[in-house]
């Protein structure tokens, strides 16, 4: 793409049934790639704490601590968050929504994992809002609802739904694509934080990628009721995180 490009989707966002068109395919691309900026790379979600307290020390071992992440606070909570949330925009329920937003601050367990959920939900939300510069392209619903985000405190999923509800993609191609830039930033926090090499960071992603199709599957069924946010172990290291020597991360 040419610098100073910028892209734009279809009006269209009905779902489809047959193979993702390639605007909505690429839309999911760049959503879920590190280089959007976001700030993920600046947080490891208690990766780097695990590694000091946890004994986390090995491949294999943040491998495991990974996929237990992905299962129990992934796909129970912020992927759920993120379908019912697509749903919501396109529905154009912002009350929705916002309730789902709400959801999300509710249950971040520590301070940085709060700061988290909101500074890349607004950077998500800034992003977005530049996407409508400079353009005339009569889409009012969807600038009304970016600036209906933007006036949130936005958490990341919440804003993340907003960005894929434009495309035709269905709720899990959009979770695919969510849970695949959260494996790479982790993995990346993983071998800045230990003694890892590019091959094992390949290999642990190659375990998240085989599991991550479960986690949508498991994920865009939830209803509001089995939606949930427990995962102890990880609000105590993010905690400890807070006042963790020479650190590399802000969570």
Not at 62 to 82: C, E, F, N, S, T
Not at 162 to 174: G, H, I, K, Y
Request: hydrophobic share 45%; net charge negative; charged share 20%.
């Amino acid at each position: 793409m040419a610098t100073g490009t910028t892209m734009t989707t279809t009006a269209t966002t009905t779902p489809t049934d047959g193979p993702l068109p390639a605007a909505s395919l690429l839309q999911l691309i760049w959503l879920a790639s590190p280089a959007l900026p976001v700030g993920g790379f600046s947080y490891s979600e208690g990766l780097e704490s695990a590694i000091e307290y946890a004994g986390i020390g090995s491949e294999a071992a943040v491998a495991d601590w990974l996929l237990d992440q992905l299962y129990i606070a992934q796909a129970r909570g912020d992927m759920a968050v993120v379908a019912q949330a697509l749903h919501a925009w396109r529905s154009d329920d912002h009350e929705r929504a916002r309730a789902l937003n709400e959801w999300v601050l509710r249950t971040r367990e520590t301070s940085e994992l709060r700061l988290q959920a909101e500074q890349m939900g607004r950077s998500l939300a800034d992003w977005l809002r530049n996407q409508h510069q400079g353009h005339n392209d009569g889409d009012y619903e969807r600038l009304r609802a970016v600036q209906f985000l933007a006036a949130l405190p936005p958490t990341y999923p919440v804003a993340f739904a907003l960005a894929a509800s434009a495309t035709q993609a269905p709720a899990r191609d959009v979770l695919l694509a969510y849970a695949f830039g959260w494996a790479e930033n982790m993995v990346q926090a993983a071998l800045k934080s230990m003694q890892l090499g590019q091959s094992a960071g390949q290999r642990i992603l190659a375990r998240l990628a085989q599991a991550i199709p479960a986690a949508a599957d498991h994920a865009v069924q939830l209803a509001d009721c089995e939606r949930q946010a427990f995962s102890p172990m990880l609000a105590i290291l993010s905690a400890r995180h807070e006042t963790q020597y020479s650190r590399l991360f802000r969570s």
